[in-house]
């Protein structure tokens, strides 16, 4: 009984057989009228693509809001795919408090930052007799 259910559903699955269409068969006089209507196409070139393609359809917002004290504050927060790869959100939560608690104990020590702005140093001055000798050796004078 089973088996006959089986093979029921299979043939209730399967999908119609339809016959084979005959292209129709061509008359002497059809190839000579159809060699004056053929249309070629030219060349065809590969264009290579642009660095982003158009998008007619994306929103571009007019309005450009000033930045304000929000903005400074705000960020965005992570997408799933971030916070699978950075660990979960309890790994996420773990490594800002010790990131804030790195922070405050910069803050109470008193350190200095790790990125410094460079501070140039003074050109090297020359004494009265280094420049004397300098002039000389200008000259092309021993």
């Known amino acids: 009984m089973a088996s006959a259910l089986l093979v029921g559903t299979a043939h209730a699955q399967s999908p119609p057989v339809t016959p084979p269409v005959e292209p129709p068969a061509a008359t002497a006089t059809t190839p000579a009228a159809n060699n004056d209507n053929v249309t070629t ?3 065809v070139r590969a264009v290579k693509p642009e660095d982003e393609p158009l998008d007619l ?3 571009k917002n ?3 809001p ?6 400074r504050t705000w960020s965005e927060p992570p997408s799933p795919e971030q916070v699978s790869l950075s660990g979960g959100y309890l790994m ?3 490594n800002a408090a010790l990131g804030a608690a790195g922070k405050g104990i910069h803050k109470l020590t008193g350190g200095r930052d790790q990125i410094q702005s460079a501070t140039a140093r003074p050109p090297p001055e020359l004494t009265e007799a280094q420049q004397q000798r300098a002039l000389q050796h200008q000259d092309g004078t021993p």
């Open 92 to 94: 996420m939560g773990i």
């Open 57 to 59: 359809y994306r929103f």
């Open 41 to 43: 196409l030219g060349e």
């Open 62 to 64: 007019p309005v450009q």
């Open 66 to 71: 000033a930045p304000n004290r929000f903005s």
